[in-house]
T-cell receptor, first 114, second 117 residues
Framework: ETGVTQTPRHLVMGMTNKKSLKCEQHLGHNAMYWYKQSAKKPLELMFVYSLEERVENNSVPSRFSPECPNSSHLFLHLHTLQPEDSALYLC?????????????FGQGTRLTVV | KNQVEQSPQSLIILEGKNCTLQCNYTVSPFSNLRWYKQDTGRGPVSLTIMTFSENTKSNGRYTATLDADTKQSSLHITASQLSDSASYICVVSAGVGYGGSQGNLIFGKGTKLSVKP
């Protein structure tokens, strides 16, 4: 295990449902991220939280709502999603403030919107 | 436009054989280049990270090379094993940006490697 835990691992939801993805990091890092990975496309950075404050939102639709209650936990709240939102959602963490550092990824949540 | 192109898109090799994956990039400024291994349905795991001044770096049977002049990198896998079957992603960092060290990462689409017995 990499020290970044995501739950659930798999999620199937209807377009009218509300669900949440959870991420927890045990590495003592001060920054956390959400990425989206669609088939045959590069990873897309969605949100960045540094010291529990959102510092970047890459033009993500409002049906995705992140929450970072503390430096160890990150949530992605989902509502009224579209089928094209089906993808692997990856959480990552890193220790910022030491130059260009490396991120450690969780196992991902495979989301299917029906 | 910052881009990372990987080739081939997919590759099938026999167990025990060697293979080389390619990565070409047009990213500026350049901070470092990373290779990740991603097993199906799991998160990426870092293999190597190289800065501008490093030409080669090894991690067990994995050896990455970097030519900063031609903006090319390769990942060589020696004596492949079935467990090497995965996607290999090349990632170039354009340095620390507004989104921290992860805000300026340019990801390739990956090469899907299948190792057959």
């Amino acid at each position: 295990e990499t020290g970044v835990t995501q739950t659930p691992r798999h999620l199937v939801m209807g377009m009218t449902n509300k669900k949440s993805l959870k991420c927890e990091q045990h590495l003592g890092h001060n920054a956390m991220y959400w990425y989206k990975q669609s088939a045959k496309k590069p990873l897309e950075l969605m949100f960045v939280y540094s010291l529990e404050e959102r510092v970047e939102n890459n033009s993500v639709p409002s049906r995705f709502s992140p929450e970072c209650p503390n430096s160890s936990h990150l949530f992605l709240h989902l509502h009224t999603l579209q089928p094209e939102d089906s993808a692997l959602y990856l959480c990552a963490s890193s220790q910022e403030g030491r130059g260009d550092t490396e991120a450690f990824f969780g196992q991902g949540t495979r989301l299917t919107v029906v | 436009k910052n881009q990372v192109e990987q080739s081939p898109q997919s590759l099938i090799i026999l167990e025990g054989k060697n293979c080389t994956l390619q990565c070409n990039y047009t990213v500026s400024p350049f901070s470092n280049l990373r290779w990740y291994k991603q097993d199906t349905g799991r998160g990426p795991v870092s293999l190597t990270i190289m800065t501008f001044s490093e030409n080669t770096k090894s991690n067990g049977r994995y050896t990455a090379t970097l030519d900063a002049d031609t903006k090319q990198s390769s990942l060589h896998i020696t004596a492949s094993q079935l467990s090497d079957s995965a996607s290999y992603i090349c990632v170039v960092s354009a340095g620390v940006g507004y989104g921290g060290s992860q805000g300026n990462l340019i990801f390739g689409k990956g090469t899907k490697l299948s190792v057959k017995p």
